[in-house]
């Protein structure tokens, strides 16, 4: 099957969602390639729903799907066993959250930490340099999970505005992502964001509460969220009472 997708200079703006391959596609989503990764260029594509996505030896290739997978902070599945987690982990004094304290080092190791049926990685060397700059920009983020002095694990994400869009995570200790996407879900409860951006459906996110909604409806979203205040990037320990202080869930 041969359709049209458009091949993109630097100058040439990103296409209208719109026009992403549909369903019946061999790349569902998929709705430019080529162009840059420059921070201009990645706040135009997540100011209109969109993101890039590619592996090592491929042009730039911009994603747009639909549905999109969004985690409504506010029905994150706050499991028994992840409140009791997060209770002993806010209860002990060699265990914090950081954030923004060391980008690059979280960034390099959800590109090279293995994964359980993945060979390879998306995040390839260009993305890590792109994201960095987008970082220095103030509009990537990580939040790091630290236990008895070490990095256990983290994600990063970027955000526009009050429009958080997650990326990637990893985890060197039990559970230490999920305590780290936990601390992001609080951070944007404390601070009035309403949803992450989760891009696409697996099991694991949808068993923390994710779930799909249209593309349109979605682009909607991050147009009012991206023209509000931006969140403070740092983390309050009381933060933790506005997650734990909620009715808990089964196990």
Request: charged letters at 15%.
């Amino acid at each position: 099957m041969n359709l049209p997708l458009p091949w993109l200079d630097t100058s040439d703006a990103l296409p209208n969602v719109d026009s992403a391959w549909a369903d019946d596609s061999p790349a569902p989503g998929l709705l430019a390639a080529g162009a840059d990764l420059s921070v201009t260029r990645l706040l135009e594509a997540y100011s209109h729903g969109i993101f890039p996505w590619f592996s090592q030896g491929q042009p730039v290739l911009w994603w747009a799907p639909n549905p999109r997978m969004v985690l409504d902070i506010h029905r994150f599945r706050l499991h028994r066993s992840l409140r009791k987690t997060l209770q002993r982990f806010r209860a002990d004094p060699r265990c914090e959250i950081r954030v923004n304290h060391g980008f690059q080092r979280v960034i390099t190791a959800c590109a090279t930490t293995s994964r359980e049926g993945q060979n390879g990685t998306w995040i390839v060397p260009s993305m890590v340099d792109a994201y960095t700059a987008l970082h220095g920009a103030g509009h990537a983020h990580c939040i790091e999970t630290w236990m008895d002095g070490e990095l256990a694990g983290g994600l990063y994400c970027v955000s526009i505005g009050k429009a958080v869009f997650g990326e990637s995570m990893f985890a060197r200790r039990t559970d230490a992502s999920k305590i780290a996407l936990a601390a992001l879900v609080a951070l944007c409860g404390a601070q009035g964001a309403g949803w992450i951006d989760c891009q696409q459906n697996t099991a694991h996110l949808a068993s923390l509460g994710a779930q799909e909604i249209d593309r349109t409806t979605f682009v909607g979203k991050v147009a009012l969220a991206r023209n509000q205040a931006p969140l403070h990037w740092h983390f309050e320990p009381l933060y933790w009472d506005w997650l734990l202080s909620r009715p808990p869930q089964s196990a």
